[in-house]
């Protein structure tokens, strides 16, 4: 079974950026579309942004529309999550998964999941 480790996440101010990664244990990663989630506390999981197996095609919330960007590099066995113009209420742990089949936005969809990287943002 495929394996998902986050990275890339920290503090950082209200307005600033960062990159998540999210590394696969294996090259069969390349078929799967994967899916960025995040959960802040006392709140449920809820979806950020998917991205085609290919790349070509991605889906972002309305939340996040503008300011995140996913992409992948197969060849790595990686997928990214670009995160600008960064708010407090982006404050929350950011999970990637795989998704083997339903809507891209829900959580069902998806059946491997990362450990999760804390994402902070201070105003």
């Known amino acids: 079974q495929v394996q998902l480790v986050e990275s890339g996440g920290g503090l950082v101010l209200a307005g600033g950026s960062l990159r998540l990664s999210c590394a696969a244990s294996e090259r069969t990663f390349s078929g799967y579309p994967m899916g960025w989630f995040r959960q802040a506390p006392g709140k449920e999981r809820e979806f950020v942004g998917a991205?085609?197996?290919?790349?070509?095609?991605?889906y972002y919330a309305d939340s996040v529309k503008g300011r995140f960007t996913s992409a992948r590099d197969n060849a790595k066995n990686t997928v990214y999550l670009q995160m600008n113009s960064l708010k407090p209420e982006d404050t929350a742990v950011y999970y990637c998964?795989?998704?083997?089949?339903?809507?891209?936005?829900?959580?069902?969809?998806?059946?491997?999941w990362g450990q999760g990287t804390q994402v902070t943002i201070s105003s």
């Open positions: 998964a795989s998704r083997t089949g339903g809507t891209y936005y829900y959580t069902q969809a998806y059946d491997t």
């Open positions: 991205i085609s197996w290919s790349g070509g095609s991605t």
